[in-house]
């Protein structure tokens, strides 16, 4: 049973404008939700994380968003640039009776220059 | 500078053989992880320990061993009993005990079992 979901495996844009890569979560203990961005070969490098008792958190040109009624949350990074092609992990953890992190299985986000 | 290292980078082993994967971290975190990536899979937790001289399992256990004798290291052997060892390995550690703070991952040892 897969608690957390990235339906797409792949997404292309054109660089400058919006990356938005959705995550959708089964479990309604999780209470705090991470992105990670990998490349080939590549540990994955923390982005940005938000817990759930807010609905949103920036850092420069990540914004993460969190639905928590729709247990979804989405990662938008603007402007998309070039060297932001990689693989977008989502995780979600913590909360009563959730003692791991759950990993998505990733979405491949291609920037066309 | 602080970080997490793997080594090495590239592991080569004969079926039936016994591995040992390098974890190590100065950035004095008390918790630390391991996963496994297989192509187009999340990671998937084998073992973490939160704290020195103590570790438990994760979701894929089976057929690998740990050992955290200092809080700077934590390797992992991957046993014969592992049915399908081939993979990238990814050890990670956080400051605090517990799922709710951040990890942070070293660069991953790729595994191939020939």
Redesign the interface.
């Known amino acids: 049973d897969q608690q957390?979901k990235q339906n797409s495996?792949s997404l292309s844009v054109q660089e400058g404008r919006i990356s938005i890569l959705n995550c959708d979560y089964t479990n309604s203990m999780f209470?705090?939700f991470?992105w990670?961005k990998k490349y080939p070969?590549?540990?994955?490098?923390?982005l940005i994380?938000i817990?759930s008792i807010k609905d949103k958190n920036e850092d420069g040109r990540f914004t993460v968003f969190l639905n928590k009624s729709a247990k979804h949350l989405s990662l938008h990074i603007v402007p998309s640039q070039p060297g932001d092609s990689a693989v977008y992990?989502c995780?979600a953890?913590?909360g009563g009776g959730?003692?791991?992190?759950?990993?998505?299985?990733?979405t491949k986000l291609t920037v066309n220059p | 500078d602080g970080g997490?290292t793997?080594s090495p980078?590239y592991l080569f082993r004969k079926e039936g053989q016994n591995v040992t994967l390098s974890c190590e971290q100065n950035l004095n975190h008390d918790a630390m992880y391991w996963?496994r990536q297989d192509p187009?899979?999340?990671?998937?937790?084998i073992y973490?320990s939160q704290i020195v001289n103590d570790f438990q399992k994760?979701?894929i256990a089976e057929g690998y061993s740990v050992s955290r004798e200092k809080k700077e290291s934590f390797p992992l052997t991957v046993t014969s009993a592992q049915k399908n060892p081939t993979a990238?390995y990814?050890c990670?550690s956080s400051l605090l005990a517990?799922?709710?703070d951040?990890?942070?991952?070293?660069?991953?040892t790729?595994l191939t079992v020939l």
């Open positions: 957390v495996p209470d705090y991470l990670y070969a590549e540990g994955p490098t923390f994380s817990s992990f995780a953890g913590g959730s003692e791991k992190l759950v990993f998505g299985k990733g | 997490i793997q980078k996963y187009g899979q999340g990671l998937r937790l973490y994760g979701d990238f990814l990670a517990g799922f709710t951040t990890q942070y991952f070293g660069p991953g790729r």
